[in-house]
């Protein structure tokens, strides 16, 4: 797509929306930047600052796995309790966050099926400790058996399942609320 000359805004208008499009000039800053001898490329500098970080990104990982294993011990001493679920969401949603720049995808995809088994059970309480720690444990599994050359075909493997008895317990716990259970398997619009 050519950039516009116009810098003023255009409009399509479709039987339900309108669309409106910005002049983009990032190109003219771009090249009035360079243009001004300034060789800083912003992108260089942070793939270079991520490279001299990514030898501690295996420590990282590491402790974020004990992280969640402490708040899944938690959750073992003192049941569901809001406290309990909380420190459990957290540490899953901070995996499923940190996994990829970390270099452990498999990792953040088993953390995401935790984090939707605890953000969708309606009755915490009746969640099944034995599927969180079905959970917890393939997080740490692929976390240490990370170089190995099968582990992509395993964990992949491991994931589908684990999600596969997620879904199926979602759609139990939630078979009272069908616009809900709508909800939380219609695909997302944008990826």
Known sequence: MAPRKDKTPSVATFADHEVITLANDLRSKAISHAAEGDDDDPVARAEAALAQLSNEFGEWMQSECERLEAARQEVRRAGFVKKTHDQLFRAAHDIRGEAVTFGYPAAGEVADSLCRLLEHTPDMTRIPLTLVDQHVDAVRAITREHGRADLAAI??????????????????????????????????LAP
Request: no cysteine; aromatic share 8%; hydrophobic share 30%.
């Open 155 to 188: 964990a992949g493997a491991l994931t589908r399942r684990l999600r596969e008895v997620t879904d199926e317990f979602l759609r139990a716990e939630n078979s009272e609320r069908p616009d809900y259970l709508e909800s939380i398997f219609t695909p997302p």
